[in-house]
């Protein structure tokens, strides 16, 4: 968590390489570093080997690679038309860069963002703390960088020494499961139940719990024989559960957030960018196939449960900027973060997950629930 703001360094190494192969080659490795844990988890998610996770791996940085090659310009001096490069030539360039890689479609694989940082260094400062980090990085890339870098250092140091993590929502309980792969893949009516009772017995161990948080995909398949399951199960309870599922029909899937209590239940949320290729395949809608989940792109961005209107982020949204920044925009009091990770184990990709969503609830000062299956 604490050592995101290392991540604003990059702009300063990108800026100054020699070449644009050097930058290329700067840009890749710092994408293929961050996302090192893709390989092994692609090799477990497919019990495979580990060359098609190399493929994906490489694959996915095709984007930020590109866009960082194609907006570099030769630091100082003359560029390659003759021209002599300005401070302010690389400043637009690389505020165009963060732009790009922030939202879609390069947005799609904008993993390691460093304006992610801005938690870390500015704690409840909201926009005004992006904007200060947007700038900072911008400056990083001009001959006062060694300015930004004294200011990154020194807000390093403080934000270690008074870091506190985010509060908590009183009434609000996440159920943390350990059940790996099988997760959601059983259907039968004893899982249901089994999963029911657990929930209950957690909640009445904790204190005025009112809500209780479920993993992405808990609930399997929804249904309306899983509806009434749940329905049943809390009956004479004034407990409201948020959990993941999956809505399947004809065309593909949704994976989604829940909301259940004994009087209703409804869909709450509907996952704005599923992973890319395991499992948003947009190829088989334009070949007419179907199939997949569906990117529901800038949809529901803020919902509302138990009174709090909630910016949730369901697993790969957490890596990426766009989803988290368009539900902050809509003024959230909260929130919650969830996710399958069984396949990511021995790697650092839960980690990461985690410590962005962090980071977002610490620049908005806003209170979190974190709840993953591993």
């Not at 098609?52 to 694959?59: E, I, R």
């Not at 599922?245 to 829940?258: L, Q, R, S, T």
């Not at 509302?304 to 949730?312: I, R």
Request: aromatic fraction near 12%.
């Amino acid at each position: 968590m604490l050592l995101l703001p290392v991540a604003m360094i990059f702009p300063l190494l990108w800026a100054r390489a020699p070449s644009r192969t050097i930058a290329t080659l700067l840009a890749a490795g710092y994408f293929l570093a961050a996302s090192r844990g893709l390989p092994h988890g692609v090799a477990t998610f497919y019990a495979a080997n580990l060359w098609p996770g190399l493929a994906l791996w490489v694959v996915a940085s095709a984007s930020f690679v590109t866009v960082h090659a194609m907006f570099w310009t030769k630091p100082r001096g003359e560029n390659a038309s003759g021209r002599k490069g300005t401070d302010a030539a690389r400043a637009l360039r690389y505020l165009v860069v963060m732009v790009l890689m922030a939202v879609p479609p390069f947005g799609i694989t904008g993993w390691a963002h460093p304006l992610t940082a801005a938690g870390v260094l500015f704690p409840g400062w909201g926009w005004w703390g992006l904007g200060a980090t947007a700038i900072l990085l911008v400056v990083m890339t001009g001959r006062r960088w060694q300015i930004a870098v004294a200011v990154l250092g020194g807000l390093y140091v403080w934000s270690a020494t008074n870091w506190t993590p985010p509060k908590r929502t009183p009434g609000w309980m996440a159920v943390d499961l350990k059940q790996g792969a099988s997760l959601g893949r059983d259907g039968s009516l004893q899982y249901h139940r089994d999963l029911i009772a657990r929930v209950r017995k957690a909640a009445e161990a904790g204190k005025d719990v009112r809500v209780a948080a479920l993993p992405e995909s808990a609930l399997g398949f929804w249904t309306p024989t899983v509806e009434r399951v749940w329905q049943e199960g809390f009956r004479g309870s004034d407990l409201t559960i948020v959990a993941g599922a999956a809505v399947i029909d004809a065309k593909g899937y949704d994976n989604v957030m829940v909301a259940i209590s004994a009087d209703a239940a409804k869909i709450l949320y509907r996952e704005r960018m599923p992973v890319p290729g395991s499992m948003w395949q947009p190829w088989l809608q334009w070949t007419g196939q179907g199939g997949g989940a569906r990117a529901n792109f800038f949809g529901n961005p803020m919902v509302e449960a138990d009174g709090f209107k909630v910016a949730p982020l369901i697993c790969y949204e957490q890596l990426i900027l766009w989803p988290v920044l368009q539900s902050l925009l809509y003024s959230p009091e909260l929130i919650i973060a969830v996710g399958n990770g069984w396949w990511t184990e021995n790697t650092s990709i839960v980690a990461i997950q985690k410590a962005s969503s962090v980071a977002w609830a610490s620049l908005f000062g806003l209170p979190i629930v974190m709840v993953f299956n591993t």
